[in-house]
């Protein structure tokens, strides 16, 4: 019965949600087009806005890797993190995680490739990647949109968050499926 009533609203949710929107305005007596119209053009600034940002992040990346600093700093990290419990095909995507969601998607992407979805390895990748942030990302493009430029706190705090993310999800993965 309850599951019957969770597909009911699921299928029905966002048709409700588009049509209920609009009718709880009108009764409030709001000029929905050009609400809307508002809003878009809004959107479209923002967008705008945070072009720079994005394209610096993704430059910075792209730098990166063509350079080859990316698999020298993961070589790096190899010593300390391997006697952790990280696998070297992992290592990339501790290291660009924070900085590139498109990108860890593309380290993942590998990792299961090479090692397989139900490996160790391909299990901690994925529960990783979705257990942390962009945090460069997030940093550059939001608080670019909204005008933030002195990070401070939220750097430092971010990127402890990833680290939090990152080492729940080694300790899950190992107690879930050993490792």
Not at 23 to 40: C, D, H, I, Q
Request: proline share 7%; aromatic share 6%; hydrophobic share 55%.
């Amino acid at each position: 019965m309850a599951k019957a009533a969770l597909d009911a609203l699921s299928a029905w949710a966002v048709p409700l949600l588009l049509a209920g929107i609009p009718l709880y305005a009108l009764t409030r007596r709001v000029k929905v087009y050009p609400a809307f119209l508002e809003g878009a053009k809004a959107g479209f600034e923002t967008g705008v806005r945070i072009i720079p940002p994005l394209v610096a992040v993704m430059v910075a990346l792209g730098m990166l890797r063509a350079s080859g600093a990316l698999d020298a700093l993961a070589d790096l990290l190899a010593p300390v993190l391997g006697p952790l419990g990280v696998p070297a095909s992992v290592l990339p995507l501790v290291v660009i995680r924070p900085m590139s969601g498109g990108g860890a998607l593309g380290v993942v992407g590998d990792v299961l490739r090479s090692d397989g979805p139900d490996s160790y390895a391909g299990r901690l990748a994925s529960v990783m990647c979705g257990s942390t942030e962009t945090t460069f990302y997030v940093l550059a493009v939001y608080f670019g949109a909204a005008g933030v430029t002195r990070y401070r706190h939220a750097l430092p705090a971010a990127l402890l968050a990833d680290l939090a993310g990152m080492a729940a999800a080694l300790v899950v993965v190992r107690l879930l499926f050993g490792g």
